[in-house]
């Protein structure tokens, strides 16, 4: 059974940095889809970062390019989003997300309903 727990958020002011962990118990299958969404109230859940697990780099809305990394943490089986130069448009919820599929095709791995498993969330809140 896959499980994802999140953990890291939290509030902070503009310009800082933070640094979400997933930790994924019993993966999908030995590679998968990872993937950072998030939302704010009445709004569409939002893709943010997305890597295939196994080696290689990530991929990133155009929003965090150059401001958040996505990572693998091998010794903790967990999936990390560093967020650097945060700012007020960042707060949101923060969902971790993996499916064996998902990124199989470019478009598609930004496609929240292509995710079957998905932690509670962690809040980051951004303040000006």
């Known amino acids: 059974q896959v499980r994802l727990q999140e953990s890291g958020g939290g509030s902070l002011q503009a310009g800082g940095s933070l640094t979400l962990s997933c930790v994924v118990s019993g993966p999908p299958s030995p590679r998968y889809c990872a993937a950072w969404f998030r939302q704010v109230p009445g709004k569409e859940r939002e893709g943010v970062a997305v890597k295939f697990t196994g080696g290689g780099g990530g991929f990133y809305a155009d929003s965090v390019k150059g401001r958040f990394t996505v990572s693998e943490d091998d010794a903790n089986n967990a999936i990390n989003l560093q967020m650097n130069s945060l700012k007020p448009e960042d707060t949101a919820m923060y969902y971790c997300?993996?499916?064996?599929?998902?990124?199989?095709?470019?478009?598609?791995?930004?496609?929240?309903?292509?995710?079957?498993?998905w932690g509670q969330g962690t809040q980051v809140t951004v303040a000006s």
């Open positions: 997300a993996v499916d064996s599929l998902a990124c199989l095709e470019r478009a598609e791995m930004w496609t929240p309903s292509m995710y079957h498993h």
